[in-house]
């Protein structure tokens, strides 16, 4: 069986992205998060940065930006299905990681909370 690999194209420019599994490990955990909570977890982002890259993940449909209508208006960041799926798979990378020599960095601010972990 051949697979070919040109439609990780686009996505896989997103998701190399220094910021952008982070982001997904964020939303993730919390179920949303708004632009300030985001620029709080990951402490040495710039905002555009993170404005960007959110804009990155939204355009591949890995999240969704929803404004709550309220005064003022407050953006929201939600997972979309293939982005709670592209979060699952990288459960086993980390573990895969974590057997080969990597470390977590003291004080991390972002832990990954998943089911998965658990089994």
Known sequence: ??????????????????????????????????????????????????????????????????????TPPVVRYYLTVPGWELRELLVPLLAWVMRNGGHADEGCPIHFHSEMLEK
């Open 1 to 70: 069986m051949e697979i070919c690999f040109c439609p990780l194209h686009g996505l896989l420019d997103t998701i190399s992205k220094k910021w952008a599994l982070m982001i997904i490990a964020v939303i993730g955990n919390h179920g949303s998060a708004g632009f300030n909570e985001l620029k709080r977890y990951l402490c040495n982002i710039s905002s555009k940065t993170l404005s960007n890259t959110l804009k990155d993940l939204e355009e591949n449909g890995l999240i969704s930006r929803q404004v709550v209508d309220q």
